[in-house]
């Protein structure tokens, strides 16, 4: 199985930055995604990494250690509208189908 | 493009009835996931098919639970004898395998079920 970890939640304010962690045991990784979901809506597709470093997406960025079982998202002069659960998931072990994490809680106040 | 689509988007039941999900996936897309998530935690993967074959089962899916998709389009989730546990939103999610989309799913918008 797979255990992935990060915070449950997290505070920050509007235009700022912030990094959600997320850390990951697993063996035959195959790639992480991130992915962001507003309550009580379906998540959205944010970013996939599957080679070490930082992938970039406007105020986005992605960075993945395949070495250390770690990633982070960044998240670039905060808005309002990023107030919203992000959910990190791998996919390992030969499956396509990945496993998510619990979701980071992200509230943005001004 | 008009993205993954799933019907109907709530649904109330009385315990013991049986319930159908429908989900359409992005019309490309050879692949189509069907998860299970509750408040506070992310999707449980519930199975999967790829095309029409239904290649993969998770231990979450006891026998009253039951997928489909006949014809490599469309898919339907059933759910036979329902329990106030089963209470939960219903995800749908297709990809593709064309080189160069890494396989991401991307979601439809939830069919979230109440069981009384």
């Known amino acids: 199985g797979q255990n992935i970890d990060q915070p449950t939640e997290m505070t920050a304010t509007e235009g700022a930055i912030v990094q959600i962690n997320c850390t990951y045991q697993?063996?035959?990784?195959?790639?992480l995604f991130w992915y962001q979901q507003h309550a009580g809506e379906a998540p959205t597709f944010l970013s996939y990494n599957v080679l070490d470093g930082l992938e970039e997406k406007g105020r986005f960025s992605s960075f993945l250690s395949r070495s250390k079982g770690y990633s982070y998202l960044l998240l670039k002069e905060l808005q309002m509208k990023d107030s919203a659960s992000y959910l990190c998931a791998v996919r390992a072990g030969g499956s396509y189908i990945p496993t998510f994490g619990r979701g980071t809680s992200l509230i943005v106040h001004p | 493009d008009t993205g993954v689509s799933q019907d109907p988007r709530h649904k109330i039941t009385k315990r013991g009835q049986n319930v159908t999900f429908r989900c359409d996936p992005i019309s490309e897309h050879n692949r189509l996931y069907w998860y299970r998530q509750t408040l506070g935690q992310g999707p449980e993967f519930l199975t999967y098919f790829q095309n029409e074959a239904q290649l993969e089962k998770s231990r979450l899916l006891s026998d009253r639970f039951s997928a489909e998709r006949p014809k490599g389009s469309f898919s339907t989730l059933e759910i036979q004898r329902t329990e106030q546990g089963d209470s939960a939103m219903y995800l749908c999610?297709?990809?593709?395998?064309?080189?160069?989309?890494?396989?991401?799913?991307?979601f439809g918008p939830g069919t979230r079920l109440t069981v009384l």
């Open positions: 999610a297709s990809s593709t395998t064309l080189a160069g989309k890494g396989d991401t799913q991307y």
């Open positions: 697993t063996s035959g990784f195959n790639g």
